[in-house]
T-cell receptor
């Protein structure tokens, strides 16, 4: 069975602070894919990144960066110099190689205040 | 390019009534997914289709729920009869053929059953 744990229910930061959202996953499959989605207050789910299990290279996209570590089964997401517009619920998700079902974590509510 | 389209965006109905939610996936996508999001249970996969054929409906709560995909550009999720506990946001998502591609979500339908 697959499982995604986002232990941080809610995080509050002041604008310009860096913040890291944690994601720990469980799967017995050797081939799998990890995702991060953003859900702003408007409600839609916005895809941010996909990473497959064979690619542990970290990725940076503007103020966003992702740290994938198979040794600890983690796929953490860091926002540098946070902005109010980053306020949203962030979901980590897992898909195993043989299927198309996404298993979502419970989400982390990020609040960025002025 | 148009994303996933869902209608209606909001639906308020009385217990016992039939509710039909609609989804138009992104053109060319072979997979279509229906999710439900509630505070208590988070994001749950209800059913998904591949090339208009239902592949996995194990997430459908009970017989009151049914989903169809009569063609590649249209799907419905029907609840009959509706109950207050069905109140949730229902998302439709689609993805291309290859399994590792991310799912693109529609804006969701917020259903309230009174």
């Amino acid at each position: 069975a697959q499982k995604v744990t986002q232990a941080q229910t809610e995080i509050s930061v002041v604008e310009k602070e860096d913040v890291t959202l944690d994601c720990v996953y469980e799967t017995r499959d050797t081939t799998y894919y990890l995702f991060w989605y953003k859900q702003p207050p408007s409600g839609e789910l916005v895809f941010l990144i996909r990473r497959n299990s064979f690619d542990e290279q970290n990725e940076i996209s503007g103020r966003y960066s992702w740290n994938f570590q198979k040794s600890t089964s983690s796929f953490n997401f860091t926002i540098t110099a946070s902005q109010v517009v980053d306020s949203a619920v962030y979901f980590c998700a897992l898909r195993t190689g043989g299927g198309n079902k996404l298993t979502f974590g419970t989400g982390t509510q990020l609040k960025v205040e002025l | 390019d148009a994303g996933v389209i869902q209608s209606p965006r909001h639906e308020v109905t009385e217990m016992g009534q039939e509710v039909t939610l609609r989804c138009k996936p992104i053109s060319g996508h072979d997979y279509l997914f229906w999710y439900r999001q509630t505070m208590m249970r988070g994001l749950e996969l209800l059913i998904y289709f591949n090339n208009n054929v239902p592949i996995d409906d194990s997430g459908m709560p009970e017989d009151r729920f049914s989903a169809k995909m009569p063609n590649a550009s249209f799907s419905t999720l029907k609840i009959q009869p509706s109950e207050p506990r069905d109140s949730a946001v229902y998302f439709c998502a689609s993805s291309p053929r290859t399994s590792f591609y991310e799912q693109y979500f529609g804006p969701g339908t917020r259903l309230t059953v009174t």
